[in-house]
Nanobody
Framework: QVQLVESGGGLVQAGGSLRLSCAAS????????MGWYRQAPGKQRELVAT???????NYAESVKGRFTISRGNAKNTVYLQMDSLKPEDTAVYYC????????????WGRGTQVTVSS
């Protein structure tokens, strides 16, 4: 069974930085892409950033230039470096993986809270 475990959330002042980590475990035939999404109270879940196995990155306009997504040396890990944080970045951040076990599927982590105070 595949599991995604996030870590690194917390409380930070505006202008500060946080680094989120996500590790996928279990029997995985291949990893296609990993990414981060976020959901603020009363809002829909939205894409933050994704990275493919080949290294192609995609960012939401609202985080471009402030957030950086990267893959770990262990291919089933992904990081999100968040700099110049703003109060509007406050949300639960979810790790996402597009991978193949017996078929191609999408998996989600349980989420980690990021709170940015003004």
């Amino acid at each position: 069974q595949v599991q995604l475990v996030e870590s690194g959330g917390g409380l930070v002042q505006a202008g500060g930085s946080l680094r989120l980590s996500c590790a996928a475990s279990g029997t995985i035939f291949s990893m296609n892409a990993m990414g981060w999404y976020r959901q603020a109270p009363g809002k829909q879940r939205e894409l933050v950033a994704t990275i493919t196995t080949g290294g192609s990155r995609n960012y939401a306009e609202s985080v471009k230039g402030r957030f950086t997504i990267s893959r770990g040396n262990a291919k089933n890990t992904v990081y999100l470096q968040m700099d110049s944080l703003k109060p509007e970045d406050t949300a639960v951040y979810y790790c996402n993986a597009d991978l193949t076990v017996y078929s191609r599927e999408i998996y989600w982590g349980r989420g980690t809270q990021v709170t940015v105070s003004s």
